[in-house]
């Protein structure tokens, strides 16, 4: 497993060119970011933790596997790291290949841009259509964050929006009606439109973060909690309570770009203590 790494004065980023996974993110010597003590670094499944890209599927895609085949692809690093005291940038790329024609059948160029200042995280992904069918996709940035106890952990930002239940038959979208979102038991919802700042509170040693994003309208929140977890072979029993995920993405709605057209977005996360 190769891998790129961002550092600064205060701050440092670990990134696997496998899935262009982002599997640690520290401010302060502090882990942010939760990877499986389980996950698999075989460069063939998808690592279970950390930042994985979903594109050009976020959840079940009829093409092939689920969220799609870019956590599972190798990238390449187009602009190398650049460390500095107060800033540290790189750009990996995804593009096209025979092996992804077959199931997917559109030229493309996925750049993602990741860079550490001071106590920021910023994630952009850039899309060029490269040929002349409209591309259209669902993609979500997959984050796990440390979490003392997921129980006492605490999301707020999210009070009167509309979600999508996963965990309830016919999937009924529904109305949020708090202002901390407290996490029970099983939980799988897209919250839909999410417009202002998310914080999650409860990260290790008391952490928080404030998360923004810009065309990547919905916010996923996901634990397996304890059965579901233990029937994953690369999480475990063990591990569900240390994580929740809070997840930036256009999950629902295709993001539609046209022939020899381009798509950005952008996904700030801000720590603080």
């Not at 993405?249 to 295709?254: L, M, Q, R, T």
Request: proline content about 5%.
């Amino acid at each position: 497993m190769e891998y790129v790494e961002l550092k600064t004065v205060n701050a440092y980023c670990k990134i696997a060119k496998f899935g262009a996974t982002l599997v640690d993110w520290k401010v302060e010597e502090q882990p942010i970011i939760f990877v499986s003590p389980n996950a698999v670094f075989d460069g063939k499944k998808a690592i279970r933790g950390g930042i994985p890209v979903c594109f050009p599927s976020f959840g079940p895609w009829s093409y092939g596997a689920q969220h799609g085949f870019a956590r599972t692809s190798n990238w390449q690093v187009v602009e190398d790291p650049t460390n500095g005291e107060d800033e540290s940038v790189v750009v990996l790329r995804l593009e096209d290949t025979e092996e992804t024609r077959k199931i997917w059948n559109f030229k493309f160029t996925l750049d993602y841009k990741i860079k550490i200042s001071g106590k920021v995280l910023d994630l952009c992904l850039d899309l060029k259509n490269n040929g002349e069918e409209d591309i259209s996709f669902t993609t979500a940035l997959h984050t796990y964050f440390c979490v003392d106890d997921v129980e006492k952990a605490s999301i707020a930002g999210l009070k009167g929006l509309q979600y999508l239940d996963k965990t309830l038959p016919d999937t009924p979208k529904l109305t949020e009606d708090r202002e901390k979102v407290e996490l029970a038991g099983w939980t799988d919802r897209v919250y839909l439109g999410s417009s202002e700042a998310v914080k999650i509170t409860g990260l290790v040693d008391g952490g928080e973060v404030s998360l923004t994003s810009s065309n990547l309208p919905d916010t996923v929140v996901w634990n397996p909690w304890n059965e579901k977890a233990a029937a994953m072979g690369d999480l475990g029993a063990e591990a569900w309570p240390k994580f929740i995920c809070v997840e930036a993405g256009a999950c629902v709605d295709p993001i539609v770009v046209p022939g020899n057209q381009s798509w950005s977005s952008s996904h700030r996360m801000e720590y603080s203590k």
